[in-house]
């Protein structure tokens, strides 16, 4: 029995959910796909998989060899890749995980650049606002805002900061009046995003000498950036967002800065632009060449992200 290529096919299996589906997948028959999953339980000396007339499901035993097996195989591509990848220039497949605003406005302007200057990378940019598991969606590297992960499996690279910044628009500030301490943001519609459940959400300011939490709330909790940018410009409330993403509204009047002199965190802390990926890509010349493509992008005019660590 092809150990590797049975190991392939365990995922292909699991991941599909059927033996026409995976022999699909990988160019074979049902009935060779079949004799593979009969041949590695046998060696094993435990059943991985649960059949029925409808499906095909993993067992305790299998769910906890699939884990294994997905990073194996996540290795092994990683090995050939650092082999591969190792010419002066970047060469081979890479995909990306890349959120949809931030990658609307900071990356989708500038990844002509990028694909000019590596033209023997193949991109795929999977767009995406959900932390993919880089795993088993197969990602090389993820771009990600926001507080970087404290997973361990994973390398992290912090590009910039991403300042936040209280705003609203005129109309609302004249309909509902313009606070002049934090504290009186109990009293005004507060747009939130949703980094948990839970209507109500604290907002800490950090001033020179001394630091304020508000508990805010509001109408509107979404998980989308956009949708929370958009209400704030409609005079629905006032919203905590990044300056990337705000900053143009800002300059043009659209909407008005409040609290210039206070850091605005979440709760959850401060939010950076960052890159991660899995230590078997840390070799990897193309995934350093996006790596330093946005770092390039923070740096252009208008990003409104300051650089460092």
């Known amino acids: 029995m092809d150990k590797l290529l049975a190991l392939r096919t365990l995922l292909a299996v699991a991941e599909s959910g059927g033996f026409t589906a995976a022999a ?23 059943s991985l998989l649960t ?11 299998g769910v906890t060899y699939v884990e294994q097996v997905r990073q194996v ?11 591969i990848d190792t010419g002066i220039d970047p060469m081979g497949s890479l995909r990306v995980s890349v ?23 193949n991109l795929e940019l999977v767009v995406s606002d959900s932390h993919m598991d880089l795993v088993s969606e197969k990602i090389d590297l993820a771009l990600r805002v926001g507080v970087p992960t404290a997973d361990p499996r994973l390398i992290v690279k912090r590009l910039g900061h991403s300042a936040r910044c209280v705003v609203a628009s005129p109309a609302y500030l004249q309909r509902r009046g313009h606070p002049h301490a934090a504290s009186e943001l109990v009293a005004h519609d507060c747009l939130r995003f949703a980094y948990k459940p839970g209507n109500r959400q604290k907002w800490v300011f950090r001033y020179p000498d001394r ?7 509001g109408q509107l909790l979404t998980n989308n950036l956009d949708m929370l940018a958009g209400a704030a410009l409609g005079g629905l409330g006032i919203a905590l967002l990044p300056q990337w993403l705000i900053g143009a509204s800002v300059r043009d009047g659209s909407l008005t800065a409040l609290f210039d002199d206070a ?12 890159a991660t990926y899995l230590p078997n ?3 990897s010349r193309k995934v350093h060449a996006f790596i330093d493509f946005a770092q390039r992008a923070i740096a252009a005019p208008g990003h409104a992200v300051r650089t460092g660590p």
């Open 99 to 121: 959120s949809a605003t931030y990658s609307r406005l900071h990356i989708a302007p500038h990844i002509a650049t990028f694909l000019r200057q590596h033209p023997r990378v």
């Open 51 to 61: 059949r029925t007339t409808r499906s095909v499901t993993l067992t305790d035993a």
């Open 24 to 46: 699909h997948e990988l160019g074979k028959t049902t009935s060779s796909v079949m004799r593979l999953m009969d041949g590695l339980e046998a060696s094993l000396g435990t």
């Open 263 to 274: 850091q605005v965190t979440p709760e959850g802390g401060d939010a950076f632009v960052y």
């Open 73 to 83: 195989l996540a290795d092994l591509a990683g090995a050939d890749d650092s082999v």
């Open 281 to 283: 890509r840390r070799h």
């Open 211 to 217: 630091s304020e939490s508000v508990d805010v709330g």
